[in-house]
């Protein structure tokens, strides 16, 4: 089974970039997407296919993806975005064919 | 405007059968591409996909939940059923429903979500 690892929490101060690491077995080989989930609400789309956007999502959201590691990158950080996070890829062979990561908790000092 | 709804009961019995209906607009599923899912996540925990069907009635499921989901859907009603058979206390979640477009193998649009307990 494919398993995505996040790191629990990041801390970030306002203005200041945010990363947030998404760990599997050559994942640069899959595409990654990115989810935002508020408190007491459903997830967000904010990346597909490793880095672009939806529509309405403000370009300080970016990610990259290589190797066996991708990111989600938040710039300009505001309060706004505390949140937790979401990455998840489709891989074939798991028992979870949409694969879902671990989740960090970003906090907004 | 795409829209998803999760609607069913609140509270189930352990060993009793779950039935959600997923109730969505703004597109069709039966244009080619199309998908919606179940996914759920226990209080505090991260989210875990369930099940999937598409525009072509095909259907899949979380390996290690296979022998007791069941996923359908009522093109004309616009609707999706999920049934999850012996329900246990672990099955606690907020079940969601959510939509795969015909561009992607990610969740565009999601429903608000329904929180399912299991007690007795």
């Known amino acids: 089974s494919y398993v995505l690892t996040q790191p629990p929490s990041v801390s970030v101060a306002p203005g200041q970039t945010a990363r947030i690491t998404c760990g599997g077995n050559?994942?640069?080989?899959?595409?990654v997407h990115w989810y935002q989930q508020k408190p007491g609400q459903a997830p967000v789309l904010v990346v597909y296919?490793?880095?672009d956007r939806p529509s309405g999502i403000p370009e300080r959201f970016s990610g990259s993806n290589s190797g066996n590691t991708a990111t989600l990158t938040i710039s300009r950080v505001e309060a706004g975005d505390e949140a937790d996070y979401y990455c998840q890829v489709w891989d074939s062979s798991s028992d979870h064919h949409y694969v879902f990561g671990t989740g960090t908790k970003v906090t907004v000092l | 405007q795409v829209t998803l709804r999760e609607s069913g009961p609140a509270l189930v019995k352990p060993t009793q059968t779950l039935t959600l209906t997923c109730t969505f607009s703004g597109f069709s599923l039966s244009t080619s591409g199309m998908c919606v899912s179940w996914i759920r996540q226990p209080p505090g925990k991260a989210l875990e996909w369930l099940a999937l069907i598409d525009w072509d009635d095909d259907k899949y499921y979380s390996t290690s939940l296979k022998t007791r989901l069941t996923i359908s859907k009522d093109t004309s009603k616009n609707q999706v059923v999920l049934t999850m058979t012996n329900m246990d206390p672990v099955d606690t979640a907020t079940y969601y429903c959510?939509?795969?477009?015909?561009?992607?193998?990610?969740?565009?649009?999601w429903g608000q979500g329904t929180l399912v307990t299991v007690s007795s």
């Open positions: 296919d490793d880095s």
């Open positions: 050559n994942i640069g080989s899959k595409s």
């Open positions: 959510a939509r795969i477009g015909s561009q992607g193998l990610y969740f565009d649009y």
